[in-house]
């Protein structure tokens, strides 16, 4: 029968691991929920289907040419009408840094 410090450790040992991962997938499910609150209403946010707004791309597209790497500060820093209809808009960083998370599991 295992001691009581032996599973103390694995349990301590399996927290540290699935930390980071419990983490992003928080992140990500922040990040896909931001989306759908600001951005759906123009963009197709999910794995499928087509953008509501024909001049807007779907998300997916947009995280398999873009630098994902980068996103999170142009959307800290503002960004510009892409397109006649797309707002001007800022979000803040931790926002910004869900929806880059959220846009990386949009990639193939």
Known sequence: MP???LLLGASIALRLLAG???AEEASAA???ALA???CARCHAV???GASPMREAPPFRSL???FPIGD???VLDEGVERRHPAMPDFRLDPSDAAD???YMRTLRR
Request: glycine share 8%.
């Open 71 to 73: 996103l999170a500060d």
């Open 46 to 48: 999910r794995m499928t």
């Open 99 to 101: 929806l880059t998370v």
């Open 30 to 32: 922040r990040g896909r």
């Open 36 to 38: 759908g609150i600001v």
């Open 3 to 5: 001691s009581r410090r």
């Open 20 to 22: 980071p991962a419990a």
């Open 63 to 65: 995280a398999e040419r």
